[in-house]
C-alpha cells in the first residue's frame, strides 16, 4: 500500500513541475490547413473575433480565421518561441513592448507590401524598419476609475496622475504590475513627475514606494481588473482606454480619463510568424486588419485608435471610447522606446519586487 | 450466584433482536461454550460481555460486580477474537506486553510476564517476530498468549479454531484445553462445530435465534435434548410422528400414522390422543434380519445404503415411516438395497419434547 | 516488461523529456537574441539564485507556506476522515462526496471565490463589521493567511483521501482488541489506530506539501505581489521575461525540493515498511 502511495506521489510532483515549468506546454491547435489562418491575440477580443473579424474575413477571402486567446502578450511570445522549430500559428496580435522582443529573436516573417498594400495608408509611427511587423492600433495609459463608488462617495473624477496619490484612495488603487507593458510606463511617468526620465529611473521608484502602502494590488490581466472593479474593491487604477471599454462592454462600472500631464501611446503590434502553415494568409490578414473597415470597428468595439489615415470615426465613437484620433492628437501621444525598455524591464521588475511590492 | 451471570439480557444490531432475553450462569474456573449456527446472537453475546455494545436489556454480573455500564478497558475480560486481531506494527513481545503497558504493569515485571505466557503457549523464541511472519496456529497462539498475560477474570474466546485447518484445528483443540485446564480461567467459548464445543467444554449451551435453548454437558446436550433445534443442531435425529394410544405409569405407547406401535419411557406429560414427535438417533437404532433383542421394532425395507467407513448408514422405510440407522462397520455382513429388516431400539432411548 | 513499455514511452515522452530538456536549459547561457545561448554552459542562474536573498528568501517562504499548509491540513482532514471511515459503507460514500466535491470546482474559479470572500468589502469583513467586532476591514487578501486559507482549501481533499484510506482498511478488531485489554479508547487510539493510519497520514503529507510548493495559481491571485513563490518567479521568468535558463533553474530548484520530500519520505516508510503493514 505505502509502495502505491509514493509512487502516485512521485508521479504527481513529476506531473505538476513539469507541467508549470516547461515553457509551451499548453495544448496547441492542430496544424491548419491552406484555408485557415490562425491568429493568436489577447482573450479580450474574443468577442470582436467572432462577431465581425472572422466573418468579414471570410466574405472578403474564403479563408477561415482560428482565433486562439491568450491572457497576456508575453505568454503569446512564449508560445512563438516555443512553437519556432515548428509554428502552429500565422499572425499574432499583441502589445508592442513583448511585440519588439519578437523582432529581437527573430521570430516575424516581413510583410511583403504586394500583399499588404494598407501598409501605404498607415501613419510612419506605425511602420517598423524592414516592415518586419506593423503597429496597428493605438490606445492611451490612463487611470480607470470606479464611477460607481466615485458617484456614492462624492469623489472628483480624476484628471491627472498625481490624483493617485490622494490619500482617500488608500488601499483601493490597482497598478498594472511591471512585468506587464503598462508597468514600465508607469515608472517612467512617476519618474518625469519626480524630476527624472526613463534614464534616471530612481525618482520614479521612490513614487511608486511613496504610493506603496495605498496600492490594493498589481494586477497583470484585464480579467483581474473587471474583477477588482466589479467588486468594488477597486476605485481607480493605471490602466488603458482600450482596456477600460473592454471592462466597460463585460458590465464593470467604470470609467477612463486620460491625464493632463501626461498620454502616453500603446502600440499594438501585427506579425507573421517565421515558418507559419499558411504564410500567405497571414499577410492576408494583416493586410485586413490594417483596412479601414477593421480599423473603424475596433476604433468603436474596442476603443482602438486607428492607425490608417484613411480610417474614419465618428465623433460622438472618439469621444465615447476616448480614442486617440488623427495625426495632431497622435503626435501630442508620449511613445516609448520598447527595444530600449525590454532590456530594462526584467530588473526593473526584479527592483520593483524587491524595494516596493515589500510594502504592504 | 454463579462467578459469571447474565440475567435476561437483549441486544439489537440494526433492525435485528441479536439477542433476546438472554440468560446464563458459568462457575468459576468453568469452560463454557456457547454453541450454535452462525446469527444465532453467540457472537453478540461475547461482544456484550466483553462491554463491545450495550445490553438494551439486562444485567451481567462477573465475580460479583455489576458489569453495567462499565467501560471495556475496565471489565478485566479478556478476548481472543476470530482473526487473532494481532497489532501488525508490534512485535509478537510487544503485542502480548501491551495490556501490560496498559495497565502501567513496570516494565521489568512485565517483561517476566510476557516470557512467561509466551513460554505458556510454547513460543518462547518468537517474541521479536512480527504478526505477519506467524502461521496462523502460531498468531493464534500469541492471542492466546495476550489475554492470558493479563490474568483476566474471565476468557472470551470468539471462534478462535475456525481459521486453521483441519489437522491444526484438532491439535490446538487439545492444547488449549490443557492451557485452560493449567491456568484455571474461567474461559466462555463461542462456536458453531459440536465436535469443538463437546471436546473442550465442560457445560455447553446451545444458543438459538438469540436465546439459549439448552444448558448441561456435551452428554446431556446430546442424548437428552431438550428441543428438537438442539437435538437436530447436534446431530442426525429420526422423528416418528404419532399419537399417544396409551399410558401406563410413568410410560407409554404411541402409533404413527403409518402404523408403527412403540413403547416410550418415561412420558409423564402427554395424556391419551395428543399428538407426539417422538426423537431417536440413528446410532440407537439397530438392524438384523428378524426381530432382534429391542422391546420396540418394525418391519421395513432398505432403501438405500451409505457406506462411510467406519459407519454404514441405511434409510429404512416402513409404509409412510422413514428412518436413518447408523451401524459401526463390523464383522457383519452389510444389507444391499431392498432387503427386508427389523428396526428395534429402546423405549429410553426415545426423546421428545 | 513488454507490457509496461508503453507507460515508459509514454513517461519518456511527457515527463523525462521536458525534464531533462528543463535541466539543460538551466545550466546554459542567457542571451536576448535567442533566449538560450547553447555555446555557454554556467551555473550562473543557481548562483544569481542562490547567493541573492531576495530569491533565497521566496525559497523559504514558499517551504514555509507549504509546511504550514500541510499542518493544518492534516489536523483538519485526520478528524474528518476518522469520522468518515467510522460511517456505515453508504454513509462513507455520500460524505466522501461532500469532502471532495471541491475537487469539481476548478482551482481558478475557488480561489476566485476566496477572494470575494476575503476582500475588504467580502463576505468575512462586512460579517465582522455588521457585527460591530471590527471598524477598519480586515486585510486578509494579499497575505499569507490569505493563501494558506485557499491552499487548505483546495489541498485539504489530497489529504483527507490517504488518511480515510488507510483508516477505513484497518480492521476494527484491533481497536476493540486494544480496549479489551486495558487500553482506554484514547490510548487505544494513539497506540493502535494512529499507528497504523501514518502511511495515509505520510502520504497525504506529502502530497499536500509538493502540490502547496508548486501552486501556482492560488498565491498569486490570492496573494498578489505581497506573497511570492517559487513557482510564480519560475513563470515570470519564463513568460514574461523569455529568461528560460533563469526560469528552468528556479523549477529545477522547485523539482529537487519535490524530489528530496518524496526521498525522505521513501526512506522513512521503506524502514517502516519491515515494521508493520498490509
Not at chain 1, 163 to 177: N, Q, S, T, Y
Not at chain 1, 324 to 346: A, F, M, S
Not at chain 2, 179 to 196: A, K, N, R
Not at chain 3, 229 to 256: C, D, H, K, R
Request: overall charge neutral; glycine content about 8%; aromatic content about 10%.
Amino acid at each position: 500500500m505505502s509502495r502505491g502511495y509514493s509512487f502516485a506521489a512521485l508521479f504527481v510532483a513529476f506531473a505538476l513541475v513539469a507541467n508549470a515549468c516547461a515553457p509551451g506546454a499548453q495544448g496547441q491547435p492542430a496544424a491548419a490547413e491552406k484555408t485557415e489562418v490562425v491568429v493568436s491575440a489577447l482573450g479580450g477580443l474574443q468577442k470582436q473575433f467572432d462577431d465581425f473579424i472572422i466573418p468579414e474575413f471570410q466574405k472578403d477571402t474564403g479563408k477561415k480565421v482560428i482565433f486562439v486567446p491568450k491572457a497576456v502578450s508575453t505568454e503569446l511570445i512564449a508560445d512563438v518561441k516555443a512553437q519556432q522549430a515548428n509554428p502552429q500559428l500565422d499572425v499574432i496580435h499583441i502589445d508592442e513592448g513583448p511585440g519588439y522582443e519578437g523582432v529581437t529573436l527573430g521570430l516575424y516573417e516581413p510583410l511583403d507590401p504586394k500583399l499588404v498594400p494598407n501598409l501605404t495608408d498607415m501613419y510612419d509611427l506605425a511602420r517598423i524598419k524592414g516592415d518586419i511587423a506593423v503597429i496597428s492600433r493605438t490606445s492611451v495609459l490612463g487611470l480607470m476609475y470606479n464611477t460607481k463608488v466615485f458617484a456614492a462617495r462624492g469623489l472628483k473624477a480624476p484628471t491627472a496622475w498625481n490624483d493617485l496619490f490622494r490619500p482617500e484612495f488608500k488601499g483601493h488603487i490597482v497598478m498594472a504590475h511591471s512585468s506587464t507593458t503598462f508597468g514600465p510606463i508607469t515608472l517612467i511617468q512617476f519618474a518625469k513627475m519626480g524630476g527624472g526620465d526613463v534614464n534616471n529611473i530612481d525618482p520614479g521608484f521612490a513614487r511608486m514606494k511613496q504610493l506603496a502602502p495605498n496600492v490594493l494590488s498589481y494586477e497583470k490581466t484585464a480579467a483581474r481588473y473587471g474583477e477588482l472593479f466589479t467588486s468594488d474593491q477597486a476605485w481607480i487604477g493605471v490602466w488603458s482606454n482600450a482596456g477600460a471599454s473592454i471592462n466597460k462592454a463585460s458590465g464593470a462600472p467604470v470609467g477612463f480619463v486620460l491625464p493632463d500631464d501626461g498620454g502616453y501611446l500603446l502600440g499594438g503590434m501585427l506579425a507573421v510568424v517565421k515558418g507559419g502553415p499558411n504564410p500567405k494568409g497571414a499577410q492576408q490578414f494583416v493586410n485586413f486588419m490594417l483596412s479601414p473597415k477593421i480599423q473603424a470597428y475596433l476604433a468603436k468595439e474596442a476603443g482602438f485608435g486607428p492607425l490608417n489615415k484613411k480610417t474614419v470615426v465618428p465623433d460622438d465613437v472618439v469621444k465615447a471610447q476616448q480614442l486617440p484620433y488623427g495625426e495632431d492628437q497622435i503626435k501630442k501621444l508620449v511613445r516609448v522606446d520598447w527595444q530600449y525598455l525590454n532590456t530594462v524591464r526584467p530588473a526593473w521588475t526584479e527592483r520593483m519586487a524587491k524595494e516596493v511590492e515589500t510594502i504592504h | 450466584m454463579a462467578y459469571l451471570e447474565c440475567n435476561g439480557i437483549a441486544a439489537r444490531l440494526g433492525d435485528v433482536q441479536a439477542v433476546d432475553g438472554l440468560s446464563l450462569s458459568v462457575g468459576q474456573g468453568e469452560f463454557l461454550a456457547i454453541l450454535g449456527p452462525s446469527g444465532c446472537g453467540k457472537t453478540t453475546t461475547l461482544n456484550l460481555v466483553a462491554g463491545f455494545l450495550r445490553p438494551t436489556a439486562g444485567r451481567i454480573v462477573l465475580d460479583g460486580r455489576d458489569l453495567t455500564g462499565v467501560a471495556v478497558h475496565r471489565r478485566g475480560t479478556a478476548m481472543v477474537f476470530q482473526n487473532y486481531a494481532l497489532f501488525p506494527h508490534m512485535t509478537v513481545f510487544d503485542n502480548v506486553l501491551f495490556g501490560l503497558k496498559m495497565h502501567h504493569v513496570p516494565r521489568d515485571m512485565a517483561g517476566k510476564q510476557v516470557a512467561e505466557a509466551l513460554e505458556l503457549v510454547r513460543l518462547p523464541k518468537l517474541g521479536d517476530r512480527y504478526p505477519r511472519q506467524l502461521s496462523g496456529g502460531q498468531q493464534q497462539r500469541v492471542a492466546l498468549a495476550r489475554a492470558l498475560v493479563l490474568q483476566p477474570k474471565l476468557l472470551l474466546l470468539d471462534e478462535p479454531l475456525s481459521n486453521l485447518d483441519e489437522k491444526l484445528r484438532a491439535d490446538m483443540r487439545i492444547e488449549l484445553r490443557e492451557i485452560q485446564q493449567q491456568v484455571g480461567i474461567t474461559t466462555l467459548f463461542v462456536t458453531h462445530d459440536i465436535h469443538e464445543a463437546f471436546e473442550l467444554a465442560d457445560r455447553v449451551a446451545v444458543m438459538n435465534q438469540g436465546r439459549i435453548e439448552q444448558v448441561g454437558p456435551p452428554r446431556d446436550i446430546y442424548e437428552q435434548p431438550a428441543t428438537e433445534f438442539v437435538s437436530r443442531f447436534v446431530g442426525y435425529s429420526n422423528v416418528l410422528e404419532g399419537r399417544v394410544v396409551a399410558t401406563t405409569g410413568r410410560s407409554g405407547r404411541v402409533r404413527t400414522s403409518g402404523g408403527i406401535e412403540f413403547a416410550i419411557a418415561p412420558i409423564d406429560d402427554r395424556a391419551v390422543g395428543e399428538v407426539i414427535r417422538v426423537r431417536i438417533r440413528p446410532e440407537r437404532l439397530i438392524l438384523g434380519p428378524t426381530s432382534g433383542a429391542r422391546e420396540n421394532s418394525f418391519r421395513g425395507r432398505i432403501e438405500r445404503v451409505s457406506y462411510l467407513g467406519s459407519l454404514i448408514q441405511y434409510w429404512v422405510t416402513a409404509a409412510s415411516d422413514r428412518v436413518l440407522v447408523s451401524v459401526q462397520n463390523s464383522e457383519q455382513a452389510i444389507f444391499s438395497p431392498g432387503s427386508e429388516v427389523v428396526v428395534g431400539w429402546r423405549s429410553e432411548d426415545c426423546t421428545y419434547e | 516488461m513488454l507490457l509496461v513499455a508503453p507507460l515508459l514511452a509514454l513517461f519518456g515522452v511527457f515527463f523525462f523529456w521536458p525534464v531533462a530538456q528543463m535541466f539543460l536549459t538551466s545550466i546554459h547561457g542567457y542571451s536576448r537574441t535567442t533566449i538560450v545561448d547553447y555555446s555557454v554552459i554556467t551555473l550562473d542562474h543557481y548562483a544569481r539564485f542562490l547567493t541573492d536573498p531576495f530569491y533565497v528568501g521566496i525559497l523559504a517562504r514558499t517551504i514555509w507556506l507549504a509546511v504550514i499548509v500541510t499542518l493544518i491540513c492534516l489536523v483538519l482532514a485526520y478528524p474528518a476522515a476518522y469520522h468518515i471511515a467510522r460511517r456505515p459503507g453508504r454513509r462513507q460514500g455520500i460524505m466522501l462526496l461532500v469532502f471532495l466535491s471541491p475537487l469539481l470546482v476548478s482551482i481558478v474559479i475557488r480561489t476566485y471565490a476566496w477572494s470575494l470572500v476575503l476582500s475588504s468589502n467580502g463576505i468575512i469583513n462586512s460579517l465582522l463589521a455588521g457585527l460591530g467586532l471590527i471598524q477598519e476591514p480586515l486585510n486578509i487578501m494579499y497575505t499569507d493567511v490569505a493563501v494558506v486559507i485557499g491552499l487548505v482549501h483546495i489541498y485539504m481533499a489530497y489529504m483527507l483521501l490517504p488518511i480515510f484510506t488507510a483508516l477505513a482498511s484497518q480492521d476494527r478488531a484491533l481497536v476493540m482488541a486494544a480496549q479489551n485489554l486495558g487500553a482506554s479508547p484514547l490510548r487505544a487510539f494513539w497506540y493502535v489506530t494512529f499507528p497504523l493510519s501514518r502511511p495515509g497520514v505520510a502520504a497525504g503529507a506529502v502530497l499536500v506539501f509538493i502540490l502547496s510548493m508548486s501552486a501556482f495559481v492560488t498565491p498569486t491571485l490570492l496573494g498578489g505581489v505581497w506573497v511570492k513563490v517559487l513557482a510564480s518567479m519560475a513563470y515570470e521568468q519564463t513568460v514574461s521575461f523569455l529568461n528560460w535558463p533563469f526560469g528552468s533553474a528556479i523549477s529545477v530548484i522547485l523539482l529537487a525540493l519535490t524530489l528530496m520530500t518524496v526521498a525522505v519520505y521513501q526512506r522513512v516508510f521503506r524502514q517502516d515498511r519491515s515494521a508493520a503493514l498490509v
